[in-house]
Each structure stands twice: as structure tokens, then as C-alpha cells.
């Protein structure tokens, strides 16, 4: 078996850098410091991505934006733009599937590749990867880590030696020299509980786990403890499994509101926002959902919610959007809301139409009319081409 794992580098950042220099901006924001995070002008949010420079001035993925701005005056702020992501995500795995039809996505910048048996049509793996890493960043205009192996751990472990834009092999004779060093934090399924626990017992490094009697380890974090000792030993035995098996279980926005949304008007503003992007993802996937879900957070920050199973699945904002409306006016307490979100799940191939005699069905071909027109120009001219009128600011 031969897996590749192959993960973009900075996507969110390297992506918005990507679509911002091919609409006439000369600055590279990969070459100063930036990130991508929250709302940059009320600096409410976390920190998605960061660029070199950025990194280099103590900003870490997760932190808030206020304390990346502390450590880094000059930051430069680009709001996430989840749906350009999703377009370059799409275009790497259409370069990826010319070399592999089983390909597990494992987020929205980072799968696995089963190589097994290419190699009869490409050659040798390493070389292949190399290939690939060199066409992305030609073609698409970012770069990406390839590791490759005979696993899935290893391949993934050997992505993340040193970045950027680079090959790394982990072969299973290469692990003593290149795995067991590394800091325990630095193993796959360790986090920092597990390994402040290792610590204690003098397990520092990937090697001291390899090399401690697994019986041991079992009995410090019991089944987990398992799991990570076959880690630590390159011992992996999970299959690439094809996306098409393991169907992605929702899609879904949410928003944290520089100011608390105090009015059921106010509210259906935003939540429609969230609507039309989680309607277009879905239609970008020729998928429908059953179920749709609203979820709302007070200035308290205790969350609640409400969801539907429909008589029939839908992709269409404005049917979407109607059940959003009824799930906000049943669940909402008339509080303050910092946070609103919508999701949709349980996935359909086709709407799946259990439509009575007597249903008129005219209205939903009306709004698939819409949605459509809407998409295509999109498409073609950007995701803030057009903007529903409930949404624009009154004058």
C-alpha cells in the first residue's frame, strides 16, 4: 500500500492571497504579516490563518484577534471567505483525482491519497508527488506538503516535517530517524491532556513512547493508550476510504455579531445571510437536505436551537429559508443574541418529491429558476455580484 496525504499550506490565507492578486492586487499578503480570522474591523473572532511573518511575531492559530493585534500592531485582517475556499478546494482535488480515483477528503485542505497501483500509470510515488505538488502551485498558484508512506499516520506524520511546498517520505524504516525524536505533542492523537500525562511519566518524545511497554501506556489512558503506542511505532492499518462512503454529515454558517441583535428583524437579516450560503454549498454539491437547523447564542453565551426533518428534501434558499423563519420563531426567548448559525444535514442524492396530488408545484420550480440564475452569476462575476435585498442597509 502506498498513501500520499496531501495538505494545503495556510489554505484560507494562501487561498484569499491567490484570489485577491487575481483581481489586480499587487501585494502578496502570504509576504507580510496577515491573517484570516473574525471581523476584522470590530476584531471580534479568532484566528484561522496566519502568514509566515505573522507567525513569526507570536500570532497562533485559535488565539483572538484583539491578542494577535496586541503582538502584532501591523497585522493586516482579511475576513474568511468560506465559499472561495470551497472553489479552491474543489479545483485541487480535481488535479488530485488524475492521479487517484480513492481519495479521502479529509477537510477542506487536506486528504488522503491511495496511490496502490498508480505507480503502473505515473511511476514512482515520490516523484508523482512531486508532480503534483509542482502542478498546484503552477496551476492554482499555492503551494502544498505531500507526505508519502504505506500508511495513512506515517504519510500524514510526514506532511508535517517542515513547510512549505515540500515532499516529505515517512517509510517505516525511516521512523526512528525522522518520527521518534520529535516532541510527544508533535504525534497524531496527542493532545495536550495526553501528553501532559506521558510527561509525567518521563515520556518525552515520540521514541520514549515507541520504546515503553504498551501494556504500560494501556494502563495510563486505557484503550487510547493503545492507539497512541501503535502511533508512536508507525503501526496504522486504516484503509483510504473514498468520500463517496463517507458522506459529509452538514453544512453549516454561523455568525458572531459585533453588536447584539436585540429584534426578530434584525435577526432574520442575518440568519438569511447564513441561509444563501449554506443553500449555494449545498447546491454546489448536488446535494439536498432534510433536516435544517437554526442554533443561537445569548449574551450570556448559553446556546439553544431548533431543527425540522422535512416531508421532502430541498436545496432551495427561499424553502430553506421559510423553515428558518418557523425554527426562529418557535425557539427564539426574546433575549439578546450574540451568535446565530443555520446548518442543514441528512443528504439526498435528488429533492425527493412525496408531493401530493393537489400540490401545486409551480413555486418550487420558480425558485430553482432563481437559485440557478443566481449561482451562475456568481460564478462568474463573484459571491458579492448580487446581494438580497432584505440584506442591503437601509439609506
Given amino acids: 500500500m502506498i498513501v500520499m496525504h496531501i495538505d494545503a499550506n495556510s489554505a484560507y490565507l494562501s487561498w484569499t492571497a491567490v484570489n485577491m492578486l487575481k483581481n489586480g492586487e499587487t501585494t502578496d499578503i502570504r509576504e507580510i504579516a496577515s491573517a484570516i480570522g473574525g471581523d476584522p474591523e470590530s476584531r471580534h ?32 485582517l482579511f475576513p474568511p471567505d468560506h465559499d472561495l475556499y470551497a472553489r479552491y478546494s474543489d479545483a485541487m482535488f480535481e488535479i488530485l483525482y488524475q492521479y487517484s480515483p480513492v481519495i479521502q477528503r479529509a477537510s477542506v485542505d487536506e486528504c488522503y491519497l491511495d496511490y ?25 498558484g499555492f ?13 500524514k506524520m510526514g506532511s508535517e516535517l517542515k513547510k512549505p511546498d515540500r515532499v516529505h517520505t515517512l517509510f517505516p524504516e525511516e521512523v526512528p530517524e525522522k518520527l521518534w525524536p520529535l516532541p510527544i505533542e508533535e504525534l497524531y492523537m496527542v493532545g495536550r491532556a495526553t501528553a501532559k500525562k506521558l510527561r509525567k511519566i518521563n ?23 493503545a492507539t497512541v503506542w501503535d502511533y508512536a511505532n508507525g503501526i496504522d492499518s486504516s484503509p483510504v476510504v473514498p468520500n463517496e462512503y463517507t458522506p459529509q454529515k452538514g453544512i453549516g454558517n454561523s455568525v458572531t455579531v ?21 443553500a449555494s454549498r449545498l447546491r454546489r454539491r448536488e446535494k439536498f437536505a432534510a433536516v435544517i437547523a437554526i442554533n443561537l447564542t445569548n449574551k450570556e453565551f448559553r446556546k439553544y436551537g431548533h431543527q425540522s426533518k422535512l416531508s421532502r428534501a430541498t436545496d432551495s434558499t427561499s424553502e430553506i429559508f421559510d423553515h428558518v423563519t418557523r425554527l426562529f420563531d418557535e425557539c427564539w ?40 440564475a443566481v449561482d451562475t452569476i456568481r460564478k462568474k462575476f463573484g459571491q458579492n455580484a448580487l446581494v438580497r435585498g432584505a440584506l442591503m442597509k437601509k439609506k
Fill in 45 to 76: 473572532g479568532i484566528i484561522l490563518a496566519k502568514s509566515v511573518s505573522a507567525k513569526r511575531a507570536g500570532v497562533v492559530t485559535g488565539e483572538s484577534i484583539f491578542e494577535a493585534k496586541r503582538k502584532c500592531p501591523d497585522l493586516q
Fill in 116 to 140: 496502490t497501483g498508480c505507480e503502473k500509470v505515473f511511476g514512482d510515488p515520490v516523484k508523482c508527488a512531486y508532480e503534483i505538488k509542482d502542478r498546484i502551485k503552477r496551476e492554482l
Fill in 143 to 155: 503551494t502544498v506538503n505531500i507526505g508519502v508512506s504505506t500508511n495513512k499516520l506515517l504519510a
Fill in 203 to 225: 515520556i518525552n518524545t515520540i521514541g520514549d513512547l515507541a520504546q515503553t511497554d504498551r501494556n504500560l501506556i494501556k494502563t495510563i489512558l486505557k484503550s487510547h493508550g
Fill in 258 to 278: 459585533s453588536r447584539y441583535i436585540k429584534t426578530r428583524e434584525d435577526a432574520l437579516k442575518v440568519l438569511l445571510a447564513m441561509t444563501d450560503k449554506v
Fill in 333 to 372: 426567548r426574546g433575549e439578546p443574541l450574540r451568535l446565530l448559525g443555520v446548518s442543514v444535514t441528512e443528504f439526498y442524492e435528488d429533492c425527493q418529491y412525496n408531493m401530493s396530488f393537489f400540490e401545486d408545484n409551480a413555486p418550487i420550480e420558480e425558485n430553482r429558476a432563481v437559485d440557478e
